[in-house]
């Protein structure tokens, strides 16, 4: 059983930076497209960025040039570096892999972004 576990989430001011982390473990991890979503308060779960398993990037309109994401197949981690954080940032991030029909998710990671 594949399992993502999440890691790097807390409380960060307004205009600060925290970066998140994903390790998927028992998983063919290089093959893996791995998303990060957000669900905040009251909301939809969202795509937040994806990242495929040759490289290839994409974000949701609201964190374009803000946030990044990347992976170390050596490691097993994707990772979502998350700069001039906003306090509409504020959900419980999760880590997703996909390859075919196959979905996986971790179970979150608490980001709150306040003053």
């Known amino acids: 059983q594949v399992q993502l576990v999440e890691s790097g989430g807390g409380l960060v001011q307004p205009g600060g930076s925290l970066r998140l982390s994903c390790e998927a473990t028992?998983?063919?991890?290089?093959?893996?497209?791995m998303n990060w979503h957000r669900q905040a308060p009251g909301k939809e779960r969202e795509s937040v960025a994806s990242?495929?398993?040759?490289?290839?990037?994409n974000y949701a309109d609201s964190v374009k040039g803000r946030f990044t994401i990347s992976r170390d197949n050596g490691k097993n981690t994707v990772y979502l570096q998350m700069n001039s954080l906003k306090p509409e940032d504020t959900a419980v991030y999760y880590c997703?892999?996909?390859?075919?029909?196959?979905?996986?998710w971790g179970k979150g990671t608490l980001v709150t972004v306040s003053s």
């Open positions: 028992r998983a063919r991890f290089s093959l893996l497209v």
């Open positions: 990242i495929s398993s040759g490289g290839i990037t």
């Open positions: 997703n892999g996909r390859l075919g029909s196959l979905n996986y």
